[in-house]
């Protein structure tokens, strides 16, 4: 079983940045996917990114060129770089690995 607590959220300006961490509780699980998700306030949740086996790194249209995401195993810790952040990105973006979701980390974007 694995835990995961995302950190990093905060309130930026737009046009400006903000780097997620999502840390697992278990490095058993560290060659696991990792997925970001987000959720804005009334609408359902989406997907953002993922790392998927091997290299395969897949991003949502409206967050590619703008968002990046790594990970480091050696600290069960996956990333997401999030510029030039535009006031829609505006949500609480989840991590989800090994099964796990983690409470959310908040991001507000503004005008």
């Known amino acids: 079983q694995v835990h995961v607590v995302e950190s990093g959220g905060g309130l930026v300006q737009a046009g400006g940045s903000l780097r997620l961490s999502c840390v697992a509780s278990n490095s058993e699980f560290s060659m696991e996917p990792w997925a970001w998700y987000r959720q804005a306030p009334g609408k359902p949740r989406e997907f953002v990114a993922e790392f998927r086996s091997g290299a395969t790194i897949n991003y949502a249209e409206a967050v590619e060129d703008r968002f990046t995401v790594w990970r480091e195993n050696a600290k069960s810790t996956a990333y997401v770089q999030m510029n030039k952040l535009k006031p829609e990105d505006t949500a609480v973006y989840y991590c989800?690995?090994?099964?796990?979701w983690g409470q959310g980390a908040g991001v507000g974007v503004s005008t």
């Open positions: 989800q690995h090994g099964g796990a």
